[in-house]
């Protein structure tokens, strides 16, 4: 079995890197009888799994990754996410789909797109986008393979969905380019023509985005390429025996273009990352001005944006496992989407990420703590739990490091800790002695995050089962999964090493669950 599962996350790596659609026909008879022996999914399993998060949302079971198609309709937020029903693995994907009135909480739907037997999507409905035209909703989506470009509508408020007749509208990528990948498309419209990108890329040279026009949807011309690499430095795995073009950077996923204060932003997820780059947009091109990181970690995954009731422009990103697949199967639920993002950009180009302020409903009992100095651990026995909100402002002072410990046993044989480096001015997310489990991996994540004259250290963490998400300073996020596997692993502390550092202030919540079983409904 054990060896099974390694060749499944084997292949599992090769199709979610963009190798070779080909390969999706993944699950043999062998494997889906030792898959079917091991539905680990009931509801009453995962409603007292102590990992499984308590107020980021999930799909009720099984497995989860790219958020797809969020978008706002008459008066309910949407959220659609790569999904499959079968098991707490990669494969078969459909689109899960699941409506909020206030984003904080959902109810899960019915699945919105399955594969066709037979048809454009048969081995797989990848990612795509949300969109209305003329009061019809409809969903642009990959389907594979080959892959192609397919839409779906719906006519009873997005309960159900109808692929078009026509599928595919687009049924190759350009003739005469030579591209590493073909998907996960958006649309939107500027006057009367209809554009569309699609993530690709070119061998040895980096990712595109390609961009598409029509003016009925169905027939599609494409235009150039709206943005190439560079900006993003290619890696060792572009020169690696097994060539993957997403891990050399080669094959840019997920696109998301869309203006964001004076400027346009376009969001990129390739080599684990998701990437963004600011620039200037006219005539159907796109000029880059400044780029960075969305999140340091590894962890957050094929972001997608949209504009809620309020304008303003709201992220969403997959958060994936940090345990080994076989764990996850035995959990029998993988994947987490990440808490709402509000972005805006600063005057050089930066862009800027707060948590959803909305989240602070979920906010139950305070505490707030009021050390000064710090220049060694302090623990903060007035604050425990496995679902916090923790704000804290300090003043590094002279000291080389300064953070927050949490998840943490009273012998610190577990914790997790979020620090400030002061000397490589990163922020750091240690997840290296988070668990005693051996199916848990073990990380350092870090941002670079370098404080202006004066300026305080300002961390928001937040802690939920096995999700853990920081955003410090407004500009640099990590996000990391933890499985603890001690009852007692709930303490916090802050701690400053190698010099005296100032606490200003440090606010701690803890957070009601958004529904009552962890089934997120
Ligand atoms: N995941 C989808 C693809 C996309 C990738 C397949 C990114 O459409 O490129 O599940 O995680």
Not at 134 to 152: H, K, R, W
Not at 218 to 242: I, K, Q
Request: hydrophobic content about 35%; glycine content about 10%; aromatic content about 10%.
């Amino acid at each position: 079995m054990e060896e099974l599962f390694t060749m499944i996350a084997r292949r599992q790596f090769m199709i979610q890197s963009g190798w070779g659609a080909a390969s999706l026909l993944m699950c043999g008879d062998r494997l889906a009888a030792e898959l079917a022996r091991e539905n680990n999914s009931s509801p009453g399993r995962l409603a007292t799994d102590p990992l499984r998060p308590q107020f980021h949302f999930l799909p009720p079971a099984n497995w989860m990754n790219d958020p797809n198609g969020p978008i706002y309709w008459k008066g309910y937020y949407h959220l659609f996410y790569q999904h499959n029903p079968n098991g707490a693995y990669w494969g078969d994907m459909h689109w899960g789909h699941a409506r909020s009135k206030d984003i904080v909480h959902w109810e899960h739907l019915p699945v919105a797109l399955a594969p066709t037997p037979g048809g454009p999507d048969k081995d797989g409905c990848f990612s795509g986008s949300a969109f209305i035209n003329d009061g019809t909703p409809i969903l642009v989506y990959t389907g594979v393979s080959p892959e192609v470009q397919c839409l779906a509508t719906s006519d009873d408020q997005m309960i159900t969905w109808k692929k078009l007749g026509g599928n595919p509208v687009i049924s190759s990528p350009p003739e005469g380019l030579q591209v590493t990948g073909f998907r996960d498309p958006t649309i939107w419209r500027e006057l009367d023509l209809w554009l569309m990108t699609v993530g690709s890329g070119f061998k040895g040279q980096g990712g595109a985005v390609l961009l598409y026009g029509s003016k009925d949807l169905t027939h599609w011309d494409y235009l150039h390429t709206l943005f190439a690499a560079p900006p993003f430095e290619r890696n060792g795995a572009a020169h690696s025996d097994r060539y993957d073009p997403v891990a050399a950077g080669d094959m840019w996923e997920c696109p998301d273009f869309f203006p964001l204060g004076q400027k346009h932003m376009l969001l990129v997820s390739t080599q684990g990352r998701v990437y963004y780059v600011t620039g200037h947009y006219s005539d159907r091109r796109f000029q880059r001005e400044s780029s960075g990181l969305v999140d340091g970690s590894g962890l957050y995954y094929a972001a997608k944006s949209f504009v809620d009731s309020r304008g303003r422009r709201i992220l969403w990103g997959w958060i994936g496992e940090g345990r080994n697949d076989t764990a996850q199967r035995r959990a029998g639920w993988a994947g987490v989407m990440s808490l709402p993002r509000v972005l805006s950009i600063d005057a050089k180009g930066t862009l800027r990420m707060e948590p959803l302020p909305e989240l602070a409903i979920l906010r139950g009992s305070h505490h707030r703590i009021t050390t000064s100095e710090l220049s060694s651990f302090v623990p903060v026995t007035e604050v425990t739990g496995d679902s916090l909100e923790i704000r804290l402002e300090m003043d590094a002072g002279d000291a080389k490091e300064v953070g927050i410990s949490f998840r943490r046993s009273p012998d610190s044989a577990e914790e997790t800790t979020m620090a400030y480096d002061a000397v490589s001015r990163n922020v750091v997310l240690d997840t290296g002695r988070s668990s005693l489990s051996p199916d848990a991996n073990r990380g350092v994540h870090k941002g670079p995050l370098k404080l202006r004259s004066g300026e305080l250290l300002r961390f928001t963490v937040f802690v939920d089962g096995s999700a853990v998400e920081v955003f410090a300073n407004g500009r640099a996020c990590l996000t990391g999964r933890i499985y603890p596997t001690r009852e007692d692993s709930l303490g916090v502390g802050i701690f400053a090493k190698g010099g005296r550092a100032k606490v200003k202030s440090m606010d701690a919540f803890e957070i009601t669950a958004i529904s009552r079983n962890r089934l997120t409904t």
